[in-house]
């Protein structure tokens, strides 16, 4: 169908960057799928070694897919994200990466877990289960600055954010800096505690969403979703600025 699209994994990026070209433009309403890469950048895989994480190149870890282009955004809007979604997983890791978390000082030497996700479960150790709830960890949109911004640290536009409560049915009210948004997103996890104390999370390849509807008038109304990881994100606009009689500043105005 036409307002259907796929986005493959090798449309990724490694910088919040306004001047990227899209590499879809959508208009609201239209529904995205994004092939997602693990946060090595596929530099891991489930025959990596604990020697392969002392190795990882830091310049190409947490990628994101896009960027997209949505007709009809402003900057000034808000933009509402639903995780509606998330694809099979297969495989995921967690690594303790020398230098590099809250715990580089006890932990100096790499470690890798690979994991079997092909349950509702990964199984740490015999008997350690841990559930799945899989999210994106870094999800956003261009900054107003121009240059590439590295994705590793939350900005004012999302990003590297490591929520975990953003999983299916959730919301994300993201603001919108430049013209069509331009959304990314990536780092995805299959689960995740109260932050990543080793600096990982289990990280998985996945696939995910997106749908949009038109703006209406001075309402500023965009609507989207990110869909299924092959993941799902819902997006109606938010007004931020001028809306309707008796709409207020980041008031709902519309949309599905």
Not at 47 to 57: F, G, L, N
Request: charged share 20%; hydrophobic share 35%.
């Amino acid at each position: 169908m036409a307002d259907k699209h796929t986005i493959h994994r090798d449309h990724h990026h490694f910088g919040w960057d306004r001047s990227l070209p899209p590499v879809l433009e959508v208009e609201p309403g239209a529904t995205v799928e994004f092939e997602v890469v693990d946060a090595s950048g596929g530099q891991l895989n489930p025959s990596s070694t604990a020697e392969d994480v002392a190795r990882i190149d830091f310049a190409r870890v947490n990628p994101v897919t896009g960027p997209v282009y949505i007709k009809g955004a402003r900057p000034g809007d808000v933009l509402e994200v639903e995780i509606l979604d998330f694809g099979p997983l297969s495989w995921g890791w967690t690594a303790s990466i020398p230098g590099f978390g809250l715990l580089a000082d006890e932990f100096p030497q790499p470690y890798l877990k690979i994991w079997d996700l092909k349950k509702d479960y990964g199984e740490f150790a015999p008997g350690i289960r841990i559930p799945l709830r899989p999210f994106p960890g870094t999800i956003g949109v261009a900054l107003a600055e121009p240059g590439n911004h590295s994705i590793v640290p939350p900005r004012q536009n999302g990003g590297n954010m490591d929520i975990r409560h953003l999983t299916r049915g959730s919301r994300l009210y993201l603001p919108v800096w430049v013209e069509g948004a331009l959304f990314s997103v990536g780092d995805t996890h299959a689960a995740q505690g109260d932050g990543e104390v080793c600096g990982t999370a289990i990280e998985a390849p996945m696939t995910e969403r997106l749908r949009r509807r038109r703006p209406r008038g001075s309402a500023r109304i965009l609507t989207g979703a990110v869909g299924r990881l092959k993941a799902g994100l819902h997006v109606p606009y938010y007004t931020s600025l001028k809306g309707p009689p008796g709409a207020g500043p980041g008031q709902r105005v519309g949309g599905g």
